[in-house]
């Protein structure tokens, strides 16, 4: 497993890979436009393309791309809908040009309880995004909820009802498991047991070799209260034997995981990453 964190783009590319390098980070995450935005700035061909030449230099570190949290996909506005779907697909060109591993995104919020019904309509956006973006190459991973309300995908059936809907293959289309998401939903990934159980999960809802990116985050409270606070890695109730059994899973070995640690303190990743790397180590032996 490859591990890494998110990393903010505010001083431009080049500056992202000089932080992830002094950090020791292997892989990133970025926003490829303002998370909080419809709208952002159009993509400088020329910078996205030397952002992919500078990250090949760098032995190809593998970039995933985050969308947008305005995004609803499960929306039963039409207007909100259409509006997703056009955001959607500027994500996944935007994700295509920076030559992106992995495009993450939240599917969204709906009221009704019909799994089946909600899982269609995202799914049938998800198609048109990428039928609006043409021939874009970027693979689209449903990210996990933690459950909150009216949040659809907090559970392996309802990321595996959008994945079928969809039609859409593991080369296009994989999921994204956020370990606090997770444990806020009442998935216990605090030990090996809690891991098993959610893999199988989401081999047999989504399919074999779905998962695409880990976001790798402690969680400040407890299994299914669901509520989405990261905390350092080893500091909450998830805690280091959790995360070891994320690193003792054999299904996850050349899978990424990032870090999205709240806060501006400068440490955060260097101290985290580290974290995590002592426990891959100690399942390497
Ligand atoms: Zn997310
Ligand atoms: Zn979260």
Known sequence: MLIGAHVSVSGGYPKTLEYARSVDAECIQIFAKSPRQWRGAVLDPDAAASFVEARAEMGGMPLFTHTAYLINLAAADDAMWEKSVYALSDEITRGHLLGADGVVTHLGSNPSEDIGLTAKRIAEGVV?????????????????????????????????????????????????????????????????AGWT?????????????????????????????????????????????????????????????????????????????????????????
């Open 197 to 285: 159980d959610l893999l199988d999960a989401i081999d047999s809802e989504c399919g074999e070799g779905r998962v695409g990116l880990i976001h790798a985050n402690d969680c400040k409270f407890g299994l299914g209260e669901h509520k989405d606070r990261h905390e350092w890695i080893g500091d909450g109730f998830i805690g280091a034997a959790g995360f070891s059994a994320m690193m003792a899973q054999d299904r996850l070995a050349s899978t990424c995981a990032v870090l999205e640690m709240p806060g501006e303190i400068p440490d955060k990743d260097s101290v985290n990453i580290a974290r995590l790397k002592v426990l891959r180590e100690q399942n390497r032996s």
């Open 128 to 192: 048109a995004a990428f039928e609006l973006c043409g021939e874009c190459t970027a693979r689209l991973l449903l990210e996990n909820t933690a459950g909150a309300g009216a949040t659809y995908g907090g559970s392996a059936v309802e990321l595996g009802a959008v994945v079928r809907a969809s039609g859409l293959n593991s080369d296009i289309l994989g999921v994204c498991i956020d370990t606090c998401h997770a444990h806020a939903a009442g998935i216990d990934v605090s030990g090996s």
